[in-house]
């Protein structure tokens, strides 16, 4: 090792950055929405192995509620209450239509939850004391065709030598 290195317990500063972070403890995921992108979402194994276990998902159609997605088993909305008071840590996560996204929102605030994941096309109204983070996927489209279309329209730098005015 040379004279004056520095020398890092990574495992610690792993550990704080983490802490830091809110990483330390696993923080339960109620996804709210058995269509298309909820079935998705609890198909996903990333939560689980980052901290974000699956811990229910709810519909209020009949024909979804008892069905297993992800091995989760689909339970009725109105379940909420009792699911959230089972895990203190909870995360909603709206993946319904925007037509009923603020009543699912309203539910999740009224059970407890105070962290919420929306992809529904739409702002909802929460509480102050109440995060929200909306993922627009039709805007992270625009975006990346924005920088797309300007990859390609604008022109490429042209080098100059070191010193030349």
Same mark, same amino acid.
């Given at each position: 090792?040379?004279?004056?290195? &520095? ?6 500063? %792993? ?5 830091? &972070?809110? &990483? %330390? ?6 996804? +709210? ?5 909820? =079935? ?32 989760? +088993? ?9 699911? +959230? ?16 996204? =603020? ?20 702002? #909802? ?5 109440? #995060? ?8 992270? #489209? =625009?975006?990346?065709?924005?920088? =797309?279309?300007?990859?390609? %329209? ?5 080098? %100059? ?5």
């Amino acid at each position: 090792m040379a004279h004056g290195a &520095l020398v890092y317990d990574v495992a610690y500063l %792993t550990f704080q950055m983490n802490r830091e &972070l809110g &990483l %330390t403890e696993d923080r339960s995921v109620v996804i +709210v929405g058995a269509g298309n992108l909820g =079935q998705a979402l609890a198909n996903y194994g990333g939560f689980s192995s980052r901290g974000f276990p699956v811990l229910a998902m709810v519909d209020s159609d009949p024909d979804k509620v008892g069905s297993n997605i992800g091995g989760v +088993v689909v339970r009725h909305v109105d379940d909420l209450p009792a699911i +959230v008071g089972s895990s203190p840590t909870t995360i909603g996560v709206i993946a319904t239509p925007a037509p009923v996204a =603020q009543s699912v929102a309203d539910r999740l605030v009224d059970a407890g939850v105070r962290s919420i994941l929306n992809f529904a096309p739409v702002v #909802l109204s929460v509480p102050d004391d109440v #995060l929200v983070r909306k993922v627009d996927l039709a805007l992270e #489209l =625009q975006v990346l065709s924005f920088y =797309q279309q300007r990859s390609t %329209t604008m022109p490429s730098p042209v080098p %100059t030598r070191a010193g030349a005015a």
